[in-house]
Structure formats: C-alpha cells, structure tokens
C-alpha cells in the first residue's frame, strides 16, 4: 500500500519539475519593419477604394496584435519565473515547519533520559545484588537491600513517568507536523490542474505560431508583387491566427494566476 505522505512528496517533486525556468520570451512572428510598411503601402496603392481602406485598417490591426503579443508573452514569463519562485520557497518552509519545536522537544526528551539513566544503573545494580545475596541466604541483608530497592523504585516509576511525558509529548509534535505538512502539500497539489491547462494552451499557440510564420512569408511575397488581392488574404488569415492566440495567451496569464493563488495559500498554511 502506498504511503499517502511518500504520495504527497512524489506529487510535490512532480509539481516543482512542471515549472522549470521559462524559455525566452518569444516575439511575435510578425516584424513590421519600415520596410514592410512601404512595401505594403505600394500594394494597398494599386488597389480599389475599397479594398485599400480594408487593407489599412487589417494592417493597423495585425500591428496591434502583433505588439499585444509580445507584451502578453513577457507577462507570462514574468508571472511564470515568479511561481517557480514562490513554490521553490515554499518548499524549504515546508521543510522548518514546526522544526523549532521538534528539535526542542527532542532535546529535551533525550535529557531528560540522560538525566535519569544513572538512577535506572543504581536501581538495576541494587536488584542484581539482591539477586546475588539471596542466593548466600543473609535474610538480615537482603531486607536491608530491598528495603533501598523498594525506596528507589519509586523514584525509578517517577523518572519512567517524566520519560513518557517528553516521549509523548514529541510524538505529538512530530504528529502535527506531519499534519500541517501533509495539508499545505495538499494544497500545492491544487496547481497540477493550472498547469496541465497552461501546457495544452502553449501546444495551441505553438500550432498557430506555425501558421503564422506561413501567413507572414506569404504576406510579405504579396507586398513584393504589389498583389492586394493575395495581401488582403494573407492579413485575413494572420488576423484569425493572432486573435486565437490572444484569447489562448489570455488564458495562460488567468492559469499562471491562479497557480500563484495556490501558492500563496499554501504558504500563508505555513505561518498560520
């Protein structure tokens, strides 16, 4: 049968390898360069009233989207980088809950048995001596000697009473521990379901960063060839695309969010 607190440390260990440094921010597919601006310009020239108006106003958008994907793309990294932080720091907390008490608790029990040991040495030395003179049969001295044994027996239950107290009571502290322990792991556990949401939105954009990367290399051929018409449907495609990627991107930030929700709650478990 597993062990529910070897579980809970598994998990844990699972958890801090899921948030690894973040790679560097990647920019946005799209570089409208002045350049591309001219070049584009020159094309949405050659084309009709109408379409002009709609290529300017597609063009205004994707440069829009592309400069909210690099800021999107550093927030993540930002509110990434801290969570890996945050839950690296909560891990050593986890490690001195309660510590202090523990280690004083075991001092203390282990003094406390060091202190006594001495009597339990004269009172196990004073029965072996018994033993030994009833076997001679000197009755005068026998009485004598368990008159002392009888004496120091009760010191002996008082010692072995003061021995259970500390024993128990840093049982008690241990039990506590491993308590609270358990109840902020718990707790960090609440993070794996951000983050397996985070990994499926970021295989998302990666699909769609494709895409673009295509839509981009075929916008920037229609601007060569002055071809509104192959223009307006690349910009159509790369708008679609980044929209998607702003809604996925959005997500990510409100995932990365809550993941630093679950931190902070497991850290304040610790101080409580």
Known sequence: MINPKNALTALLTLLLLSLPP??????????LTPSIQA?????AAVADSSSRGRLKSQYSELSALSAQYDSREAQIRRLHDSNAQSLLAVK?????????NV????AAAAGTKSRYQPLFDQY??????????KGLGDKSLNSILRAQADAMKILVQTARQDIRAKEAQLKAAKDARAKKTAAVRKTLAGIE??????????????SLNKRLAADWSDFKAAT???????AGRSLTSLLSGYRQIAVSKQRIIELEHKVSGVISTASKQITS
């Open 39 to 43: 070049a584009f310009d020159l094309t």
């Open 224 to 230: 060569r060839k002055k071809n509104p018409s192959l």
């Open 92 to 100: 050593e907390k986890i490690k001195s809950i309660d510590q202090a």
């Open 22 to 31: 973040a790679a560097p921010a990647a920019a946005s597919a799209t570089v």
């Open 124 to 133: 196990s030395a004073l029965n072996k001596r018994i033993s030994l003179v």
């Open 193 to 206: 379901g951000p983050q397996i949401s985070i990994k499926s939105q970021k295989s998302v954009v990666s």
């Open 103 to 106: 280690t004083r608790l075991t």
